[in-house]
């Protein structure tokens, strides 16, 4: 879902998709690249664990599992294989970045918690 929003951004279908909402990514070996996202930064340790999404998904703010996603990607055209294998993406990703949460800079207390809130979202993912 988040490569065709930017892939439409691109050709200038998104009305937001002005400079500011883009972001670089520059290795420590190699070229620059464009981000696959941008904004996606997890507010539950600031707003007490608690904090919906700023947009609602057809109807729901929060607590979005695998199957909420694949009837978002069909009621926006995509096909199911390709939401899949996108939320499998993400979730690997996650998984993959479980161990480096401290370098966020929180408290081990706070750390442990986001930990534990990204393990069960990728139980609701997977």
Known sequence: MLTTKHSRTGIGEARD????NFSVYRPEVGLWTATPAYDLLCTQPYLRWR????????GRAN???RPHLVDAGN???LPERATIRMLNEVCLGVAHGLDS?????????????????LMARLTELS
Do not use: C, H
């Not at 998709?17 to 500011?20: I, K, L, Q, V």
């Not at 904090?51 to 057809?58: F, G, H, T």
């Not at 949460?101 to 809130?117: K, M």
């Open 63 to 65: 607590k979005l599992t």
């Open 17 to 20: 998709g002005n400079s500011a």
């Open 101 to 117: 949460v401290e370098q966020i800079g929180f408290e081990e207390r706070v750390n442990q918690r986001l930990r534990e809130l």
């Open 51 to 58: 904090d919906p999404m700023a947009l609602d998904l057809y």
């Open 75 to 77: 009621r926006l055209g």
